[in-house]
Structure formats: C-alpha cells, structure tokens
C-alpha cells in the first residue's frame, strides 16, 4: 500500500509492503522469473545504445510483430548513427513509411546528427544528457541508459504502470502530473540498484506477457504473493486513467489529377500530420460536404479557368482513424488536357512512380485501390 502527503509543496511517497517477504528478495524473483522466460527478441542481449535508441522509438506506438521489419530493414540501410546522420531525409521518411508518427524518424535524423556534431559521434552515456536529445522523453532515457550503460534509472511505461499500480493497488490516474510523479518514484524505488538493466527489462516484459491489461496470468507472476490487486481480484480496476481526449473529425478531399500520365504531388509541409510525407492536391473541410460545395472550393484555388467545367470522378472513401483525430477522406479523379496552376511546391510526377515516395498509409490505401502500387 501506498500514502502519498504533501508538505510545503512537495510530495512524499510511503509505501508499505504487507508481505514479510524484504523488496530485495521480490526484485531477485522477478530477475530470476525473467532470465528463465524472456522472449528472444533481436536489440536484447546488446548494450548498443544506437540499437536500444532504435528499437524503443520504433516500438513506441507500435506493436513488436509490426515494428521489427521497420527496425530490421532500418539497421540493415542505417547501422551506425554516423550512417543515419548522413542520410537524405526522403530516404529515412520511405523507410518509415507505413508504421505512422513520422515525427519520430525526423527527430532520430536530427538527434543523429546533433550526437555526430556535438558529441563526437558517441552516444552520449548519462540519462541527464540522453534526455536533452531531439525525441527522447524520459522512459526512452532511462530505457537507452540503463540498458546500454546499466545506469541505475528506471523506466516507466505502459507496462510499468499497470504492474505497480496492481502491486500497491494505486488510485492516482498514471496521466496526472501527481500520478506521473508517484509512479517514477514508486518504479525508481522497486528498482533494483545492482542490476538496473536487468531489472528495467523484467518489469517491461512481465506487463507484457503476464500483467497483461486484459486477463492477466497471476499463477504465473513471480510477485503475485504481494500483489495487492491480485489478492481482491481486482486487477481489471488498475491503472486508473483520467480521460480527457477530445478527437476532431476532417473531411478530406483529396483530388488525383491525370495530365499525360503524370499527377502532382507535394510534400506536406510542418504544423499538421504526416510532415514532408508526399501527397495530393488537397480540400479540406470540418464537415461533410455535397460535390458542388467542392466545386465551389476547386474554384476559389484559381487552379483553373473560371470558365472550366470540371468533371470529377469519385475514386475512393475511407474512413482514417489518428490518435486524436478521423479522418474522412474522399478520393477524386479530375482528367486534364492542360494543367492546373498549382503552388510551386507541387511537382509532376509519373502515376507508376508514386511507389518511389514517402507517402502516408491513408494514400498508400487509394494507391492500392487504384492499382498503382
Ligand atoms: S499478480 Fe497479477 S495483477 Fe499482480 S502484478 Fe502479477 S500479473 Fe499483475
């Protein structure tokens, strides 16, 4: 159990272990328990910070049946951080391209080359100066620390989370700023201090495979003993999460031009989803609209003759669902015999060439439906 009280400003954290059994004997089932069950997965058993940086950013958002191509064939083109520093931009963006929030493959780019320019190309080694890094949070930190460098830090994530908080049967919301607090004091006090890397990678795959959110294995935990919510069979109830997202609809209409084979695309610029991935000519709406609303909006964007009749096509719907947002996307079809007068930043290209670039998966669906890739 856990009391939490705040004096002067600031919060101290008891905890009380019910069980006679001493934490430092817990934390030695738990290394036992997971040196005996780990699964062989292929950045464990390295201390190559770059790899470890690799595969948590890849792995963040994304399960590991999903992430370990992108992170095989990513070490495969780019094994060294001197190698992905030097990199061309569109060459990391069309590797990472369907695995989603590409912000993190720009901001590996970037930290690539700030560790080439201002650290010497050595990764740094402390947690104080890993976490100063382009995209690098606190877990990240303490995953790349203590992993690589066995620095006595502790790693906090989803999995952590749901294993504390059904071990002390905590009631904070692990998203408050309160909650946050308590839970990496609570991981950093369960660590164990002698072996952070073996420690850290026991709690992330325990919440993995046994403390899972859904019907978790408590026969076969190696804490269960002391497990508060275990013991009134209340594990369902843990992690407390405060819901507080809103997701906004966009209606997207995208138009696909055909000028002699070619259509034009352009890469979406910084400030919204999908930065510098490739895509089409766009209208956007926050509603649903009737075609000749549409009509009216091509004709605002002077792309053409006032007096040109357009016909559209309707090519693809689909519904895209973001973290925080649906996209509503309708795909059309405009056929031209002269082209359109577009902004500068869109570029011709040939239909059958549109593989070659770094598009969104959303883009990569109509491609597929129209046979283009
Ligand atoms: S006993 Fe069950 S709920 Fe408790 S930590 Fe183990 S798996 Fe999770």
């Not at 790349?144 to 071990?167: C, K, P, Q, T």
Request: hydrophobic share 40%; proline share 4%; with cysteine.
């Amino acid at each position: 159990m856990y009391k939490l009280e705040v004096k002067n400003d600031v919060f101290f954290i008891k905890i009380f272990h019910f069980s006679c059994k001493p934490l430092i004997m817990l934390q030695k089932e738990l290394i036992n328990w997971y040196l005996l069950n780990k699964r062989e997965l292929p950045w464990r058993n390295t201390s190559n910070p770059y790899i470890i940086w690799l595969s948590e950013i890849i792995l963040q958002q994304t399960r590991i049946q999903q992430g370990l191509p992108y992170f095989e064939k990513f070490l495969k083109k780019f094994p060294t951080i001197k190698k992905l520093a030097s990199a061309q931009n569109h060459e990391i963006m069309k590797l990472w391209q369907g695995l989603g929030y590409y912000s993190r493959a720009r901001n590996m780019h970037k930290t690539a080359k700030t560790i080439i320019s201002n650290h010497k190309g050595k990764f740094p080694d402390k947690y104080h100066e890993i976490i100063k890094l382009t995209g690098i949070g606190p877990y990240t930190a303490a995953a790349i620390a203590s992993f690589a460098f066995n620095e006595a830090v502790a790693v906090v994530d989803g999995n952590v989370h749901r294993v504390l908080s059904r071990y002390y049967a905590i009631n904070e919301s692990i998203n408050t700023a309160v909650g946050k607090k308590l839970f990496a004091q609570l991981a950093n006090d369960f660590l164990n201090k002698d072996a952070p890397a073996t420690h850290n990678q026991a709690m992330m795959e325990l919440g993995a495979v046994i403390c899972k959110p859904q019907n978790p294995l408590c026969n076969n935990c190696p804490i269960s003993k002391n497990c508060l919510a275990f013991s009134f069979k209340q594990q369902e109830l843990f992690p407390k999460k405060e819901i507080k997202l809103k997701v906004k609809n966009r209606y997207l209409h995208y138009i696909f031009f055909s000028f002699k084979g070619k259509t034009a695309i352009h890469q979406r610029p910084a400030g919204d989803i999908w930065q510098n991935l490739y895509d089409l000519p766009l209208i956007e709406f926050d509603r649903k609209i009737e075609t000749e609303e549409l009509r009216n909006a091509l004709k605002n964007e002077n792309w053409f003759k006032a007096d040109k009749k357009l016909k559209l096509y309707l090519a693809m719907q689909a519904k895209h669902k973001l973290t925080h947002q649906n996209l509503f996307a309708t795909f059309w079809f405009i056929a031209l015999n002269q082209k359109p007068k577009l902004e500068v930043a869109f570029i011709w290209v040939d239909k059958t060439d549109l593989k070659s670039y770094a598009i969104s998966r959303l883009f990569e669906k109509f491609l597929i439906s129209q046979n283009l890739i």
